[in-house]
Each structure stands twice: as C-alpha cells, then as structure tokens.
C-alpha cells in the first residue's frame, strides 16, 4: 500500500498554469504508475495522465493533451503534474493514484492506492 498527499491546487485565470504534486509513502512507491484523476461536479472521475513506473512511458486523455505534463521523481517519492493553458472546464478535484500492476493502467480499478484530492479551480 502507498499512501499519497496532494498539494498544489487552487484558483487560477484561464490561461495560466498550476502544477500538482503527490508525495508518496511506502517501499513499493518506484514500482507503480501513478495517474492524476479528476472529478468535476456532476460528473464521473476520469484519468487524465499515467506514467509507467520508469517514467518511460505516459498517457494523456485527449482533453488535456498537450497542455498537461506528468513526471515523477522516484528518488523523492514525487509525482507531479504540470498544468498550462488552463481552461474553465480544467475545474475539477485532482486526485493522484498509484497502481502497482504492469503498464498500462488505464481503469480506475486498476489504481490501489488514492491520495484525499486537491482542488483546482479555473475562472473565466
């Protein structure tokens, strides 16, 4: 089990930028995706970015593609997520997520491990 804290999140002008950060602990941290997930109101949660254990790999959703940039740092037990060209529907609570099962985990069910959930707002 790891166990995840967000932190990064606010209220940001459309157009600008936030970046997210996940702190894990736990021995198994290095051998696990990690994905950033949100949930806007009203509506279902859904990943948005993955990267493979050895951070050769990544995925991003079509909604965020290349405007949002994941990258983890296994030797301090980071993850982060670098959000540019925010947009008012970027508006949702942002949760980190570690799945430790082979690449790719692209299903909620495939994530064991969930942090408490940062907000990020965007104002037109």
């Known amino acids: 089990q790891v166990h995840l804290v967000e932190s990064g999140g606010g209220l940001v002008q459309a157009g600008g930028s936030l970046r997210l950060s996940c702190a894990a602990s736990?021995?198994?941290?290095?051998?696990?995706?990690m994905g950033w997930f949100r949930q806007a109101p009203g509506k279902e949660r859904e990943l948005e970015a993955a990267i493979s254990w050895s951070g050769a790999n990544t995925y991003y959703a079509n909604s965020v593609k290349g405007r949002f940039t994941i990258s983890r740092d296994n030797a301090k037990n980071t993850a982060n997520l670098q959000m540019n060209s925010l947009k008012p529907e970027d508006t949702a609570v942002y949760y980190c997520?570690?799945?430790?099962?082979?690449?790719?985990?692209?299903?909620?069910?495939?994530?064991?491990?969930w942090g408490q959930g940062t907000q990020v707002t965007v104002s037109s």
């Open positions: 736990g021995r198994t941290f290095s051998s696990c995706t």
């Open positions: 997520a570690a799945g430790c099962r082979s690449w790719p985990s692209l299903r909620e069910d495939e994530y064991d491990s």
